[in-house]
């Protein structure tokens, strides 16, 4: 990292912007069982880049950096996950993008690892032989 620029884990103002709607509500504390205090998405969205950006484990996400733990980022993680908020994020950049005209669809790649291929796809059918008859046995 240079002098003057920001970490990669660091959250820029404007994404945060974007991103901030489209996570689901935390659900309300019963009062009747104190706990400690939510980490603010925003600090636990900089855990979950950190962890990624350094390839550590969640485990040994460092506390001092106010992230929480590194467990908390992991569930916080899953929890985004199962509620779609990637996807959303991800579709919501690319019309913003497509509206500017940043988008070249010439370079686009298409691949299994980015839509669902169907399970069981159609039966090989045998090949027909080429041959006038039947080969002989190698091993008689």
């Not at 579709?91 to 291929?117: N, T």
Request: aromatic share 8%.
């Amino acid at each position: 990292m240079r002098r003057g620029e920001q970490a990669p884990w660091i959250v820029p103002d404007g994404l945060w912007q974007r991103m901030e709607p489209l996570l689901p509500k935390p659900v309300p504390r019963d009062p009747r069982r104190p706990g400690r205090n939510r980490i603010p998405d925003r600090q636990v969205l900089c855990g979950i880049l950190f962890v990624l950006h350094t390839g550590i484990q969640w485990e040994f996400l460092p506390q001092e950096l106010g992230f929480g733990s590194g467990m908390t980022c992991w569930r916080r993680l899953e929890e985004w996950n199962r509620a779609g908020v990637w996807q959303q994020l991800h579709e919501l950049l690319l019309a913003e993008l497509q509206g500017a005209g940043k988008l070249d669809w010439s370079r686009a790649v298409i691949d299994s690892s980015h839509v669902r291929a169907a399970r069981r796809g159609p039966k090989a059918v045998r090949a027909r032989s080429t041959a006038p008859g039947r080969a002989r046995s190698t091993t008689s």
